[in-house]
Protein backbone atom coordinates (compact mmCIF):
# COMPACT_ATOMS: atom_id res chain seq x y z
CA UNK A 1 0.00 0.00 0.00
CA UNK A 2 1.19 3.36 -0.50
CA UNK A 3 2.19 6.11 1.51
CA UNK A 4 -0.75 8.50 0.74
CA UNK A 5 -2.96 5.76 0.53
CA UNK A 6 -2.19 4.42 3.67
CA UNK A 7 -1.77 7.77 5.34
CA UNK A 8 -5.82 8.91 3.93
CA UNK A 9 -6.81 6.02 5.52
CA UNK A 10 -5.33 6.84 8.79
CA UNK A 11 -6.52 10.01 8.54
CA UNK A 12 -10.22 9.12 8.46
CA UNK A 13 -10.11 5.97 11.06
CA UNK A 14 -8.09 8.78 13.88
CA UNK A 15 -11.28 11.36 12.97
CA UNK A 16 -13.82 9.19 13.37
CA UNK A 17 -12.56 7.52 16.44
CA UNK A 18 -12.00 10.76 17.93
CA UNK A 19 -15.45 11.51 17.27
CA UNK A 20 -17.73 8.63 17.54
CA UNK A 21 -16.05 7.30 20.26
CA UNK A 22 -13.86 8.86 22.24
CA UNK A 23 -15.38 12.18 22.17
CA UNK A 24 -18.15 10.75 24.47
CA UNK A 25 -15.86 9.33 27.20
CA UNK A 26 -15.56 12.43 29.82
CA UNK A 27 -14.29 10.71 33.34
CA UNK A 28 -15.59 13.37 35.84
CA UNK A 29 -14.98 16.35 33.48
CA UNK A 30 -11.66 16.17 34.11
CA UNK A 31 -10.42 12.88 31.67
CA UNK A 32 -10.79 13.45 28.08
CA UNK A 33 -8.89 11.02 25.82
CA UNK A 34 -7.80 12.46 22.79
CA UNK A 35 -6.03 9.95 20.46
CA UNK A 36 -6.21 11.50 16.56
CA UNK A 37 -3.23 13.88 16.89
CA UNK A 38 -1.33 9.87 16.66
CA UNK A 39 -1.77 11.03 12.65
CA UNK A 40 0.62 13.73 13.10
CA UNK A 41 3.42 12.09 15.16
CA UNK A 42 2.88 8.98 12.53
CA UNK A 43 4.16 11.12 9.01
CA UNK A 44 7.04 10.48 7.79
CA UNK A 45 10.02 11.75 8.64
CA UNK A 46 11.09 13.06 5.48
CA UNK A 47 7.76 15.53 5.50
CA UNK A 48 8.66 19.10 5.06
CA UNK A 49 7.55 20.94 7.67
CA UNK A 50 5.13 23.41 5.77
CA UNK A 51 3.49 19.59 4.67
CA UNK A 52 3.04 19.15 8.00
CA UNK A 53 1.75 21.80 9.23
CA UNK A 54 -0.57 21.53 6.79
CA UNK A 55 -1.95 18.23 6.70
CA UNK A 56 -1.78 18.86 10.71
CA UNK A 57 -4.29 21.69 10.35
CA UNK A 58 -6.39 19.80 7.91
CA UNK A 59 -6.82 17.21 11.07
CA UNK A 60 -7.64 19.80 13.92
CA UNK A 61 -9.91 21.80 11.27
CA UNK A 62 -12.03 18.64 10.05
CA UNK A 63 -12.22 17.99 14.12
CA UNK A 64 -13.12 21.15 14.98
CA UNK A 65 -15.85 20.80 11.82
CA UNK A 66 -17.12 18.19 13.96
CA UNK A 67 -17.32 19.69 17.34
CA UNK A 68 -18.92 23.02 15.73
CA UNK A 69 -15.62 24.52 17.76
CA UNK A 70 -13.57 27.56 16.73
CA UNK A 71 -10.23 26.52 15.71
CA UNK A 72 -8.96 25.21 19.13
CA UNK A 73 -8.10 21.36 18.11
CA UNK A 74 -6.58 23.23 14.72
CA UNK A 75 -4.50 24.94 17.18
CA UNK A 76 -3.04 22.19 18.98
CA UNK A 77 -2.16 20.32 15.62
CA UNK A 78 -0.45 23.17 13.73
CA UNK A 79 1.72 23.38 17.31
CA UNK A 80 3.03 20.23 17.64
CA UNK A 81 3.28 20.17 13.70
CA UNK A 82 5.60 22.99 13.93
CA UNK A 83 7.67 21.50 16.84
CA UNK A 84 7.91 17.96 15.77
CA UNK A 85 10.68 18.59 13.92
CA UNK A 86 12.83 19.99 16.55
CA UNK A 87 11.97 17.18 19.23
CA UNK A 88 12.60 14.30 16.06
CA UNK A 89 16.23 15.53 15.99
CA UNK A 90 16.76 15.83 19.94
CA UNK A 91 15.43 11.82 20.41
CA UNK A 92 16.64 10.22 17.55
CA UNK A 93 20.32 8.83 17.91
CA UNK A 94 22.76 10.83 15.66
CA UNK A 95 23.59 7.84 14.21
CA UNK A 96 20.66 8.64 11.17
CA UNK A 97 17.98 6.25 12.03
CA UNK A 98 15.76 8.52 10.34
CA UNK A 99 17.23 7.99 6.84
CA UNK A 100 16.93 4.30 7.66
CA UNK A 101 12.83 4.12 8.81
CA UNK A 102 9.78 6.02 7.05
CA UNK A 103 7.82 7.29 10.30
CA UNK A 104 8.47 7.34 14.10
CA UNK A 105 7.78 4.15 15.76
CA UNK A 106 9.60 2.13 18.61
CA UNK A 107 12.01 0.52 16.05
CA UNK A 108 12.88 3.93 14.14
CA UNK A 109 13.43 6.09 17.70
CA UNK A 110 15.62 3.81 18.83
CA UNK A 111 13.55 2.09 21.66
CA UNK A 112 10.49 2.92 23.90
CA UNK A 113 11.84 5.46 26.06
CA UNK A 114 12.50 7.95 22.90
CA UNK A 115 9.03 6.68 21.83
CA UNK A 116 7.11 7.19 25.09
CA UNK A 117 9.33 10.84 25.31
CA UNK A 118 7.93 11.68 21.82
CA UNK A 119 4.24 10.98 22.04
CA UNK A 120 4.02 11.88 26.05
CA UNK A 121 5.56 15.64 25.49
CA UNK A 122 3.15 15.87 22.40
CA UNK A 123 0.30 14.43 24.63
CA UNK A 124 1.28 17.13 26.99
CA UNK A 125 1.62 20.38 24.83
CA UNK A 126 -1.74 18.98 22.57
CA UNK A 127 -3.61 19.10 25.43
CA UNK A 128 -2.11 21.89 27.51
CA UNK A 129 -2.93 24.21 24.46
CA UNK A 130 -6.05 22.78 24.05
CA UNK A 131 -7.43 23.45 27.51
CA UNK A 132 -5.94 26.82 27.59
CA UNK A 133 -7.63 27.89 24.50
CA UNK A 134 -11.00 26.40 25.67
CA UNK A 135 -10.62 28.08 28.86
CA UNK A 136 -9.03 31.39 27.77
CA UNK A 137 -7.72 31.56 31.09
CA UNK A 138 -5.54 29.95 33.81
CA UNK A 139 -8.48 30.84 36.60
CA UNK A 140 -8.00 27.42 39.02
CA UNK A 141 -4.30 26.88 37.85
CA UNK A 142 -4.68 23.17 39.91
CA UNK A 143 -7.76 22.33 38.26
CA UNK A 144 -5.80 22.99 34.79
CA UNK A 145 -2.76 21.05 36.05
CA UNK A 146 -4.60 18.18 36.51
CA UNK A 147 -6.70 17.97 33.77
CA UNK A 148 -3.97 18.38 31.31
CA UNK A 149 -1.79 15.54 33.49
CA UNK A 150 -4.98 13.24 33.42
CA UNK A 151 -5.67 13.66 30.37
CA UNK A 152 -2.35 13.27 28.91
CA UNK A 153 -1.88 10.16 30.82
CA UNK A 154 -5.22 8.69 28.96
CA UNK A 155 -4.12 10.07 25.61
CA UNK A 156 -0.87 8.36 26.40
CA UNK A 157 -1.69 5.33 27.62
CA UNK A 158 -4.52 5.30 24.26
CA UNK A 159 -1.48 5.60 21.90
CA UNK A 160 0.76 3.04 23.35
CA UNK A 161 -2.19 0.74 23.40
CA UNK A 162 -2.52 1.79 19.42
CA UNK A 163 0.94 1.11 18.64
CA UNK A 164 0.87 -1.92 20.12
CA UNK A 165 -2.63 -3.31 18.34
CA UNK A 166 -1.41 -1.62 14.81
CA UNK A 167 1.75 -2.82 14.64
CA UNK A 168 3.36 -1.01 11.56
CA UNK A 169 5.92 -2.63 10.20
CA UNK A 170 8.79 -0.82 8.58
CA UNK A 171 11.75 -1.67 6.49
CA UNK A 172 15.57 -1.07 7.34
CA UNK A 173 16.53 0.71 4.78
CA UNK A 174 19.87 0.53 3.34
CA UNK A 175 21.75 3.65 2.10
CA UNK A 176 22.12 1.38 -1.02
CA UNK A 177 19.86 2.36 -4.44
Given at each position: ??????????????I??Q???????????M?????????I????????R???????????????????Q????????????????????????????????????????????????????F?????????????????????????T?????I??????????I????????????
Amino acid sequence: MSSLVKNIIRFMLFILIQVFVLDRIHLHQMVTPYLYFLFILWLPFKLQRSWLMIFAFLLGFTLDSFRHQPGFHAAACVLIAYLRPFLINLLIPQEGFETNYEEPSISSMGGILPYTIYIGVFAFMHNAWLFLLEAWQFGNIWYFLVKTVLSTLISLLLIIITDMIFVRKQKFRTNTI
